[in-house]
C-alpha cells in the first residue's frame, strides 16, 4: 500500500490500483482499462461496476456469459470466478469493491435480495435507468478530488447505503426474484448467507454438509433444513455447483495437469475427480478442456 500526496491511499489489489476510500471495506477504481491483469480471478469483494460507454463481456462462474452495455450496472458477488472474455477499445466503466461485512453493514435485512439475486436467481446485471448514471456522476466526483471532503467517511456509507437500496430495489422488481418467503425466520436467513460466504471463500470446497454445518455451530440436519427452506436446494448440491466453478476455472484457464487439479480441490485421486466431472457434466475433464480450447 503507498500513501499518495492527497491523503487518499492506494492499493495494488489482483493487478490494478485501487483507491482504499474505508479501510480495506471500500475501494474504488476508476477505469477498468488499467487493469493490467485480466486473467481469471476469484473475486474477494462484491463488485458493482458502472459501464458508462463502450461494451464488457465476462464469464461468471465458469459458465455463464454476462454482457454489459453503457448504462447498466454489473454485479458480482464475492467468491465468485470472474473471466474477462471483451473489453472494447472505448469502454469507460469503473468499480466499487464493498467487503462482505461492509455490505452486511449497510444493507442490514436487505442483504438477503442481495444474496438471493447474486447466488439463487444469478442476476448480474442492473439494467438502464436514470438514478444510475446520477450514481455515476455522483460517484466520480466524491472519488475523483485530489482529496476525500470533511465527514467522507460517514458521506461514503451514506452513499453507498442509497446506491445499494437503490440496486436491491431494482433486484426485487426482476420477475424472476420470489420474495415471497415471509415465514422465514431472521436467523434462517443469517446461517443460509452465512454457508454461501463460507463456501465462497474455501479453497477446497468439497467437504461433507457436517464441515460447514460445525462451523456455523448447527446440525447437518439443520443446514439442510434451512437451505431447502431458503433456496429449495440442499447444501450438497449448492458445495457441487460451487465445486464445479473451480474446475470450469483450473480447466480452462490454467496448463495444470487434470491430477494436479484433482489434488489441488481435495479430491482423493484424479480417478475419482474424472467420474465426479463426468456425472456433472457428460464429460470428461480431458474432453472438457480440449472443447474449451477449441472455442476460443
Known amino acids: 500500500m503507498t500513501m499518495m500526496s492527497n491523503g487518499v491511499n492506494k492499493v495494488k489489489l489482483s493487478g490494478f490500483a ?6 480495506d471495506d471500500l475501494l474504488y477504481l476508476e477505469d477498468l482499462r488499467k487493469v493490467s491483469n485480466l486473467s481469471t480471478v476469484r473475486i474477494s469483494y462484491n463488485t458493482v461496476v458502472y459501464c458508462r460507454a ?40 469503473m468499480a466499487l469493491l464493498v ?9 442490514g435485512n436487505q442483504i438477503n435480495v442481495w444474496n438471493e439475486a447474486m447466488y439463487m436467481k444469478e442476476i448480474y446485471v442492473v439494467e438502464k435507468a436514470s438514478w444510475i448514471e446520477s450514481m455515476g456522476a455522483y460517484t466520480r466526483t466524491i472519488f475523483g478530488g485530489n482529496e476525500m471532503p470533511p465527514f467522507h467517511r460517514e458521506i461514503l456509507i451514506s452513499f453507498l447505503r442509497a446506491m445499494l437500496l437503490m440496486i436491491c430495489g431494482d433486484l426485487v422488481k426482476h420477475e424472476s426474484l ?10 434462517d436467513k443469517e446461517i443460509f448467507n452465512q454457508f454461501l460466504q463460507l463456501l465462497g471463500k474455501q479453497d477446497q470446497k468439497r467437504q461433507k454438509v457436517s464441515y460447514y454445518a460445525n462451523l456455523l455451530n448447527i446440525t447437518p440436519k439443520y443446514l439442510s433444513t434451512v437451505c431447502k427452506k431458503v433456496s429449495a436446494k440442499n447444501p450438497m448440491r ?37 467420474q465426479y466431472f463426468r456425472e456433472q457434466t457428460g464429460v470428461t475433464p480431458v474432453e472438457y478442456r480440449v472443447k474449451q480450447k477449441n472455442m476460443v
Do not use: H
Open 18 to 23: 485501487a483507491i482504499q476510500a474505508i479501510d
Open 54 to 93: 463502450g461494451r464488457l463481456l465476462v464469464e461468471i462462474g465458469g459458465n455463464q456469459q454476462v454482457k454489459v452495455k453503457p448504462g447498466q450496472l454489473l454485479l458480482i458477488p464475492t467468491g465468485k470466478i470472474v473471466q474477462p472474455i471483451l473489453m472494447s477499445t472505448d469502454v469507460d466503466a
Open 99 to 107: 467487503s462482505d461485512k461492509m455490505l452486511r453493514s449497510v444493507l
Open 178 to 187: 420470489a420474495l415471497d418467503n415471509g415465514d422465514l425466520s431472521i436467523r
Open 238 to 274: 449448492w458445495i457441487t455447483e460451487s465445486v464445479m466453478e473451480d474446475c470450469y476455472m483450473l480447466l480452462k484457464d490454467t496448463d495444470l495437469s487434470v491430477k494436479e487439479i484433482s489434488n489441488r480441490l481435495g479430491f482423493p485421486n484424479s480417478s475419482f475427480f474424472g
